[in-house]
C-alpha cells in the first residue's frame, strides 16, 4: 500500500514538473517565438491560453461523463471521486476561458461579452457545473450525493449537443475555427509558429490538468481514509 | 402492459391527493396569473411588438409556476416516510417514474389550460388560425419540462435547500426547451408559417424522446439511493 502510494506521488511529481516545463516553453512560443497577428495584432496571443483552456474544460465533462457512467454501473467509490474532482477542474477551466475570452473580445470586437452561439454555450456549461459542485455539497448523505451527481453528470453531458444545436440556430457570430477546416489543411492558413506555440500550450495544459487532476484526486482519496479512521478508530 | 397498468394507479393515487388537498393547483393558477399581471406592467407591451415579446414572457410563467410545481412534487411522499413505502411496493420504478411525470403533466397542462387564454387576451392575439400550432410548440416543451424536472425533483428530494437548488439546476439544462418554445412560438406568431417553426419542433421533440429515455432507464437509481 505503502509502495504503490509513493508510486503514485512519483508519477504525479514527473507529470508536475513536466507540465511546469512545457508551460514555460509555450510562454517562450506564444509570447516571443510567434509573430503577432496582422489583423488582431498582440491580442491574439491570448489565443494561445484560450484555445486550450477550453478544449481541456471540454475534456474535463467528458472525464464527468465517463466518471458518472462507471460510478452508477460499478458503484466503486474512486470513480465518484473522479468525476467530482473532474467537475471542480472543469469549472476552474471555464471559467478562465470566459474571463480570457472577455478579455480578447474587447479589444477584437469591441464588447466584453456578446450573445453568439459558442459563448452561451461556454457559460451555459459553466453553470451546469456550478450547479452540479452545488448539488454536491448540499446533499449531506454521502452515497446519496454520489448518486445524485453521477446523474447530473450524465444528464448534463447528453445535454450539451442539445444546447449546442439551440444556440447555434438562435444566433452565430463567432468566427469560424480556423485550425481545423475541412476545406484547408492545418499547416495551410496558420503560420507555422503559431501553430507550434498553440501545440505546446496545448500540450502544457493538457499535462497541468492531469497533475491537477491527480492531486485533487488524491485529496478525494485521503478523505475517504481519513473518514474510515474517524469510524472505526472513535473520536 | 404491467407497467401501464401500475402507472394508471400511481397516477390516480397522485391525482386523488391533490383533488383533496388542492394545494398546488390553486398556487400555480394563482401565480402563473400574477405573473402575467406583473409583465405587462412591467414592460407596457405596445401591440404591434406583442407577437415578437409575448412568447417569452408566457414562457416564463409557465417556467416560475412549473417550478412552484415540482418543488411539491414528491411532498407527499416525503411526508410520513410514505416514500418507503412506496419503494417496498412490488412496482416498477419506471412506473414510479412515468406516473410523476404525467401527474406534472396533467398539472401543468391544467395551469396552460388557464393561463394561456388569458394570455391571448391580456396580450390581444388575434391569429386563430395558428393556434393548433402553437399549442403543439407549447404541449411538447412542457412534456421536456416535466421530464426534466420530475428527474432532478428527485435528485434534489433529500437536500438541505431543495427550493434554492432544483432551479438552479434544473434551468441551465433546460435551455434547449426555453430557446425553442420561445422561438417557435415566435415564429409562427410573427410569420404564420408552420414550416420555418419546424426545426424548432424536431428540436423539442428530440429533447423529449432523449430525457424521457434517460429518466425511465436512471429514475430507478435516484429514487433507490
Not at chain 1, 162 to 170: A, E, R
Not at chain 1, 177 to 188: G, H, Y
Amino acid at each position: 500500500m505503502e509502495k504503490t502510494m509513493r508510486k503514485g506521488d512519483r508519477g504525479r511529481r514527473i507529470i508536475g514538473s513536466l507540465a511546469l516545463c512545457s508551460i514555460l516553453l509555450g510562454l517562450y512560443f506564444g509570447l516571443i517565438a510567434a509573430p503577432p497577428d496582422a489583423y488582431q495584432g498582440e491580442a491574439q496571443r491570448i489565443m494561445y491560453l484560450h484555445i486550450p483552456s477550453i478544449l481541456t474544460a471540454y475534456l474535463s465533462f467528458f472525464i464527468v461523463f465517463i466518471g458518472s457512467c462507471l460510478f452508477l454501473w460499478k458503484r466503486e467509490k474512486r470513480d465518484d471521486i473522479l468525476a467530482y474532482s473532474a467537475a471542480e477542474i472543469g469549472v476552474l477551466f471555464t471559467g478562465l476561458t470566459i474571463i480570457e475570452g472577455s478579455i480578447w473580445g474587447k479589444p477584437t470586437w469591441g464588447v466584453w461579452w456578446t450573445w453568439d452561439a459558442r459563448l452561451t454555450l461556454t457559460a451555459i456549461l459553466f453553470l451546469i457545473f456550478v450547479g452540479y459542485l452545488m448539488l454536491r455539497s448540499l446533499i449531506e448523505d454521502e452515497s446519496r450525493g454520489a448518486v445524485c451527481g453521477a446523474v447530473l453528470g450524465i444528464i448534463g453531458f447528453l445535454d450539451i449537443p442539445l444546447i449546442h444545436m439551440s444556440v447555434y440556430w438562435w444566433r452565430t457570430l463567432h468566427q469560424s475555427p480556423s485550425i481545423l477546416r475541412p476545406d484547408k489543411l492545418p499547416w495551410e492558413n496558420v503560420h507555422p509558429s503559431m501553430l507550434i506555440a498553440l501545440s505546446v500550450n496545448f500540450v502544457a495544459f493538457i499535462l497541468f490538468y492531469f497533475y491537477l487532476l491527480s492531486l485533487r484526486f488524491r485529496l478525494g482519496e485521503m478523505r475517504e481514509e481519513a473518514k474510515a479512521l474517524k469510524l472505526y478508530g472513535g473520536s | 402492459m404491467e407497467l401501464l397498468k401500475q402507472t394508471g394507479w400511481l397516477l390516480w393515487k397522485d391525482l386523488l391527493l391533490e383533488l383533496r388537498r388542492r394545494e398546488s393547483i390553486f398556487a400555480m393558477f394563482f401565480f402563473g396569473t400574477l405573473l402575467l399581471f406583473v409583465f405587462h406592467f412591467a414592460f407596457e407591451i405596445p401591440p404591434d411588438k406583442a407577437a415578437e415579446m409575448a412568447p417569452g414572457l408566457l414562457w416564463l410563467a409557465f417556467l416560475f409556476t412549473g417550478t412552484l410545481g415540482l418543488t411539491q412534487l414528491f411532498q407527499a411522499e416525503r411526508e410520513n416516510h410514505c416514500l418507503e413505502a412506496l419503494l417496498l411496493c412490488p412496482l416498477d420504478r419506471a412506473a414510479l417514474f412515468l406516473a410523476k411525470v404525467s401527474f406534472n403533466l396533467l398539472l401543468m397542462l391544467m395551469v396552460e389550460l388557464v393561463v394561456f387564454p388569458l394570455f391571448w387576451v391580456l396580450f390581444n392575439l388575434t391569429s386563430w388560425a395558428i393556434l393548433p400550432s402553437l399549442i403543439l410548440v407549447a404541449f411538447l416543451g412542457t412534456v421536456g419540462f416535466c421530464v426534466l424536472g420530475t428527474l432532478f425533483s428527485a435528485v434534489t428530494l433529500k437536500a438541505r435547500a431543495r427550493e434554492l437548488l432544483l432551479p438552479l439546476i434544473l434551468f441551465p439544462l433546460m435551455i434547449p426547451i426555453i430557446l425553442a418554445t420561445i422561438r417557435g412560438m415566435e415564429i409562427l406568431l410573427r410569420t404564420g408559417q408552420f414550416d420555418e417553426a419546424f426545426s424548432w419542433l424536431r428540436l423539442l421533440l428530440g429533447f423529449d424522446v432523449i430525457f424521457l429515455t434517460a429518466g425511465f432507464l436512471i429514475f430507478e437509481w435516484v429514487i433507490e439511493a
